[in-house]
């Protein structure tokens, strides 16, 4: 199955993804869309590789040139031009956040909705500060304290994606019930607040959560933790995962699709939502305050 590093410029490379595609299913040649623009055509290839941008104003241009004249789509790739270089909160964080973290955040920030399948550790979105410092400060060996206390910043930062004015994040987290048994040392209370902290944003009108018992029955969330990450039409969605080399990203309908499919298993796998949220509260109740 493919995969890609995203670069940088995360906006401008979905950007020129999405042209490129539309320039294909009207079926002309790179020459032919150039020609048609009164452009040469390295313009319009650096344009689809993310090498260049385009104007905001070109967009519809280019778009009738290849038959799309719905007013969502042609919106949608104007804000996605307009969006493409402006700087986001993240980038204060700037050789402290890896790229690909900051690809992912990029895309986060984009998103209309995320599907998480977490089998090792609660999501970032919904995390405490406390416990993102101690699963941070476990990961990251090589960081200082410091270090450790910034990246649990941008973790927490990121969460205002779920209550944002406008388009509020859904987001549907499966945990693997494992997760929700980890101690802290003699730190309890940690993994308390945690667990409260599941509680309460269960009740956000975009977030589901669902927990993963120990007995259920073998399913696709086996192969590995995933983000399933989409956008508003026609923007394709993208997924992220991580293992030894680092995080990648699975584009391209047919594979989207698969994972798709996945997390569809993985959630009629899990508990429903009222027993994830009893089985969340009888845990907590279990532990030492």
Do not use: C
């Not at 969502?72 to 909160?89: C, R, T």
């Amino acid at each position: 199955m493919p995969t890609v590093s995203l670069v940088p410029t995360v906006r401008r490379r979905r950007l020129g993804d999405m042209l490129r595609r539309l320039r294909q299913d009207a079926g002309l040649s790179l020459d032919a869309a150039a020609t048609a623009m009164g452009w040469d055509s390295s313009k319009l290839s650096r344009i689809e590789n993310a090498k260049a941008q385009i104007r905001p104003p070109h967009i519809s241009e280019l778009l009738k040139q290849y038959g799309v004249t719905d007013p969502d789509v042609v919106a949608a790739l104007e804000g996605l031009a307009k969006d493409a270089s402006k700087k986001g909160w993240w980038q204060t964080y700037s050789g402290l956040v890896a790229p690909a973290y900051a690809d992912y955040i990029s895309l986060e920030s984009d998103a209309e909705s995320v599907r998480v399948y977490a089998p090792l550790l609660v999501p970032g979105l919904l995390q405490t500060g406390a416990y993102a410092r101690e699963t941070i400060a476990a990961n990251a060996i090589t960081r200082t304290p410091e270090e450790v206390t910034a990246l649990a910043e941008v973790r927490l930062a990121r969460q205002v994606v779920l209550s944002r004015p406008e388009r509020p994040l859904k987001l549907w987290a499966v945990i693997d019930e494992a997760v929700l048994h980890r101690r802290f040392s003699d730190r309890p209370q940690i993994m308390r607040d945690q667990l409260q902290r599941l509680i309460d944003v269960a009740d956000s009108p975009g977030v589901t959560i669902q927990i993963m018992p120990l007995d259920a029955t073998p399913h696709p969330g086996g192969a590995g933790a995933f983000d399933l990450v989409s956008f508003p039409a026609p923007q394709p969605s993208v997924v992220q995962f991580e293992n030894l080399k680092g995080t990648s990203y699975v584009e391209g309908t047919d594979d989207v699709t698969l994972y798709e499919e996945g997390f569809a298993q993985i959630v009629a796998a899990a508990l429903p939502v009222s027993d994830s949220l009893a089985l969340i509260t009888r845990l907590k109740e279990g532990l030492p305050t």
